[in-house]
Structures are given as C-alpha cells and as structure tokens.
C-alpha cells in the first residue's frame, strides 16, 4: 500500500462552520505534513509532525488546527474559516528519518463561503 | 525571495521527442532534488529523486540532471508521451533530516499527439 488517503475529496463550508480534513496512511512512514496549495501555485507548507509530534509550523493562523491521533492519522479541524482559505490541501507523508520522497494524497478541496 | 525557479510556466513537446524542463536553484544548503507530476484536481506524484552527490539518476523514461555548480537541474523525458501532459513541480530540501520541502512554480507540459 503506496497510498495517501484523504478525506473528504471536496468540502464546502461557511464562515462560521466547523469541520474537519482527514489523512490516513498505512506505510509506516513518521513524518505527516499539510500542505495549502491555490490555483496555479506551488503547495505551501503548513504543518509537519514528526513521529506524531508537532515540529514545523509555519506561522498558520489558529482557525487551522492539526492533530495527529497517531502514527496513521493526520487531522486538520478548521472553524472559522475565510474564502481566502479556500485552496487545495493536501496531506504527504514520508519516511521518520533521513531525506526520502513524499507521498502525496489527492487532496481535499475546500471552498469557503 | 523565490529559492527554487522553474522559469518555463508551460512547454510544448511532439509525442515521441525529449522534453526537457529546467529548475534552477539559489540556496546552496540543498542537497536532495525531487520532481513531482501533478494532475488537475489531484495531488503531486513523485517522479524521480537525485541526491547532491550524483549527478544523474535515471528511471526509465525518466532522467534528472544535477549541475551543482550552476544550481541547475532537469527533467529528461523520452519518449515524451500524451499522458505526460501534467504540471511539474521541481522541489528541494536541505540536509539531513529536514523535512521542508521547497517547491518551484511548476512547468506546465503538453505533450502533442
């Protein structure tokens, strides 16, 4: 199983919703990261967690919350979210150590109204 | 400050020939290359990798070029395919260990039947 899994593939929200993006991988890779990517840009990073700790965040506004439950599982809680928000994310998940690839999921796209 | 350039927005390349994509690079910490392909509306797949320490790698259509000196590097395809027509994002990352991944723009190619 060479698979990044994410779920929902399209979600639409309001303002003042709350809900949630799911990222599941079954590689026994340690390292889970979000990335933001807009139309015609490359992906941004906003989120790395390291064998299921928080070890980047890159400065992204408190409306993203990341959890990682455990080693298979990466969340992204959003609540109160701007259309500015609006993108695609998407979630990769690599090998704990060492320089390798990411894996990439398909991506959820999020539109904020 | 832009650390990884991809400065061919799109190419167009006849099926059967090489297409060739360039991705420049002004951070000397990097020492790990990747290139990803990515479709509309999905994630990045990775393509191929090289380390600093080579200077070509080679997956069967695929052939990345590493000139260190010039911090330049690219992406061979041949025979180039429709199927190739994608966005491709060249992406670095510096020593051991990290796990940020910087991406370029993305060269977009259409491979003509």
């Known amino acids: 199983d060479t698979e990044v899994t994410q779920t929902p593939k399209h979600l639409v929200m309001g303002m003042t919703n709350k809900k949630s993006l799911k990222c599941e991988q079954h590689?026994?890779?340690?390292?889970m990261y979000w990335y933001k990517q807009k139309a015609k840009k490359p992906p941004e990073l906003m989120f790395v967690y390291s064998y299921e700790k928080l070890s980047i965040n890159e400065s992204v506004p408190s409306r993203f919350s990341p959890e990682c439950p455990n080693s298979s599982l990466l969340n992204l809680h959003l609540h109160a979210l701007q259309p500015e928000d609006s993108a695609l994310y998407l979630c990769?998940?690599?090998?704990?150590?060492?320089?390798?690839?990411?894996?990439f999921g398909q991506g959820t796209r999020l539109t904020v109204v | 400050d832009q650390q990884v350039k991809q400065n061919s927005p799109s190419l167009s390349v006849q099926e059967g020939r090489i297409s060739i994509l360039n991705c420049d690079y002004t951070?000397?910490?990097?020492?790990?290359f990747l290139w990803y392909k990515k479709y509309p509306a999905e994630g990045p797949t990775f393509l191929i990798s090289?380390?600093?320490?080579?200077d070509k790698n080679e997956d069967g259509r695929f052939t990345v070029f590493l000139n260190k000196s010039a911090k330049h590097l690219s992406l061979h395809i041949v025979p180039s395919q429709p199927g190739d027509s994608a966005v491709y994002f060249c992406?670095?990352?510096?020593?051991?260990?990290?796990?940020?991944?910087?991406f370029g723009k993305g060269t977009k190619l259409s491979v003509i039947p």
């Open positions: 990769a998940s690599s090998q704990g150590t060492g320089l390798t690839e990411a894996f």
């Open positions: 951070n000397s910490m990097f020492d790990y």
């Open positions: 992406a670095a990352s510096a020593g051991a260990g990290s796990y940020q991944l910087t």
């Open positions: 590689m026994g890779h340690r390292a």
């Open positions: 090289i380390s600093s320490i080579k």
